[in-house]
């Protein structure tokens, strides 16, 4: 993933924020309270802000990164941006085939069959965003990339609409996202756990999903261009806000959506994004009230780092056979449970896990390892 060599704050804690927050709605030890958990459908809730977010981020490191690209040749942008693109992919794709083995009914082990893998996903959509984006930003003009941006919005409107089932297109089962993933990837390279074939990383999808990129991107410049005085940061969030009360006034024509990623969606989480960056910016830079972003910057430096641990070491625990179950659920029934059943010890296990997830961050950072793709 994209990082700052000029450290920017508010950014490094904005990100730490969105990982550990990731982690907690990723791995409930149970049941969770409904703002840990996505909207079932239409709709939208605090955890479908965490992704978006995540993408807004990436954009807006680029905005550090990408000017020291002026400096190379075109071959050479071209080379790292692509590099960058196919390792995010691809560690996404192996986070899926992981633990790339299984025992089958006589005892012996055989690989995860590739032709039942799922092929996009989490940082799937990352790189393709993230490389899709800063090709714009390296060959088109500021202008041309908000035009683009407007035109991803729109278009995935109309796609959405016409290639969807007629008056189910904004639907489970109807959108056509999913019509498109299964006739290019087919059932088996999906995500099931709607309990059927269905991607919320899509192909069709990613579309819009690129603007959050962009527009991380654009706030990152933006905010280096005038400075962080509280006008620019102001009307940062008067733009945040206004962004939210279009998004809501799209609502009823085109739902907000996470699962399909409807572009009403990416104004609603930009709108957000923008208010609580902007809101970062008044504590830290101008109220000077730090003390608390160390623990957030232990992880906002190493973001990419500490998700896939997140995701290899649940997987592992799931793995690992413990009272009739597995030690996930050995350690959840047996400790945060006994300390309040359901909710209350679902977050508690939440929290303790990201907390061993945030350990490793800060043992990266005490060694000042930083890990870039």
Known sequence: MPQTTQRFLPLDVFRGMTICFMIIVNTPGGPSYWPLEHAAFNGFTPTDLVFPSFLFAVGNAMSFTLPKYEAMGQAAVLKKILKRTALIFLIGYLLYWFPFVHQTENG?????AISHTRILGVLQRIALCYGIASLMIYFCSKRTVIALSVVFLLGYWFLAWY???PGAQYTLHGNADLKLDRLIMGDNHLY??????????????TIPAIVNVIAGYLTGVFIQKNGKNKTA?????GIGALLVVLAWAWNPLFPINKKIWTSSFVLNTVGLDLLILGFLIYVIDFWSVKGWTGFFTTVGKNPLAVYILSELLIEVLDMIPAGGGSLTEWVNSHTFQLIHPVEVGSLCFAIAYMLVCWSFGKFLEWRNIYIRV
């Open 108 to 112: 012996s082990w055989a690989f995860n």
């Open 163 to 165: 290639f969807g089932d």
């Open 192 to 205: 099931h756990g709607e309990g059927f074939a269905f991607d919320p990383e899509g192909i069709l999808s």
């Open 233 to 237: 940061i102001l009307k940062m969030m």
